[in-house]
């Protein structure tokens, strides 16, 4: 199956000069988002996964069905302020300013072993900021699973020693 023909390019989005990749055709396909879900989860099969960590928002549409499908648990990993247990928290660079992420600390136990999902990766900090937080953990990354890579961001250079995992290259 293309999967890539299930993703719309919307430029300008959400601001000048940014292509945004729009995976809400390949969610509204059954057939699409059922084997974009196999593939995603595939590197992992016959691996013991405890937890898979969807990043928010749009990794949480990913990250859940995987982690029921690869009889996992899944784990939230927010923007600040959203939940209501004590958290660790991180905070990573973007191109102008900072954001931050954040997980329970009792999501995930020491030593247990996790997938982290997204939609897209594209500068990398983002991700390279959720597996610091699994890290902080004591959990073991696995590998990173996302539906889409931009490539010419050089994502991967953010995440030396991380398995990564994408669908569709640009
Ligand atoms: P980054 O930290 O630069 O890798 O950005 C990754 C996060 O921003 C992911 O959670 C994506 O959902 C979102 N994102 C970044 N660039 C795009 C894009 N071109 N289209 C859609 N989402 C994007």
Request: glycine share 8%; no cysteine; charged share 20%.
């Amino acid at each position: 199956m293309d999967l890539a023909s299930f993703i719309r390019d919307i430029p300008d989005f959400p601001e000048p000069g940014i292509m945004f990749k729009d995976i809400t055709p390949l969610l509204g396909s059954p057939s699409a988002f059922d084997y974009a879900l196999d593939q995603m989860m595939m590197p992992y099969e016959g691996i013991d996964v405890d937890y898979v960590a969807g990043i928010e928002s749009r990794g949480f549409i990913l990250a859940a069905p995987l982690a029921v499908r690869m009889d996992a648990g899944h784990v939230p990993i927010r923007k600040p302020g959203k939940l209501p247990s004590k958290v660790e928290r991180i905070e990573y660079a973007l191109e102008y300013g900072t954001d931050a992420l954040e997980v329970h600390v009792d999501a995930v136990q020491p030593g247990s072993t996790v997938v982290i999902a997204d939609d897209v990766m594209a500068t990398g900090g983002t991700a390279a900021a959720a597996v610091e937080l699994m890290n902080r953990l004591g959990a073991h990354v696995v590998g990173l699973s996302v539906l889409i890579e931009l490539s010419f961001l050089e994502g991967r250079s953010k995440l030396s020693g991380v398995e990564i995992h994408s669908l569709i290259t640009y």
